[in-house]
């Protein structure tokens, strides 16, 4: 079965940091682009970081921007998002998802190939 699993979130205190894994079965990762995306309760899911399939390019949202950093390991078949000086507001299920090229844009929603089912991050004191 072709599957990612997000592992690494939990409860934080604000001004804490957290690091998110993103575990890649039944397919390697090193021909996809991949993406972090969250979703907060009541809000729509998204985009927080995507990295592309070599690790040249990044981005990310500029609510994240300076505190968070994406990076992978292809050898290991995972990706990683590090996430520093964490605010209340990044509270959200936190999803990986894997894109395959050709792509039209950096992780772009609507073109994910692969899911995976979250892991849930809250920070609060």
């Known amino acids: 079965q072709l599957q990612l699993v997000e592992s690494g979130g939990g409860l934080v205190q604000p001004g804490g940091s957290l690091r998110l894994s993103c575990a890649a079965s039944g397919f390697n990762i090193d021909s996809y682009y991949i993406g972090w995306f969250r979703q907060a309760p009541g809000k729509e899911r998204e985009g927080v970081s995507c990295?592309?399939?070599?690790?040249?390019?990044?981005n990310y949202a500029e609510s994240v921007k300076g505190r968070f950093t994406i990076s992978r390991d292809n050898a290991k078949n995972a990706v990683y998002l590090q996430m520093n000086s964490l605010k209340p507001e990044d509270t959200a299920v936190y999803y990986c998802?894997?894109?395959?090229?050709?792509?039209?844009?950096?992780?772009?929603?609507?073109?994910?190939?692969?899911w995976g089912e979250g892991t849930p991050v809250t920070v609060s004191s």
């Open positions: 990295i592309s399939s070599r690790g040249g390019s990044t």
């Open positions: 998802a894997a894109d395959f090229p050709p792509v039209q844009a950096m992780c772009s929603y609507v073109a994910m190939d692969y």
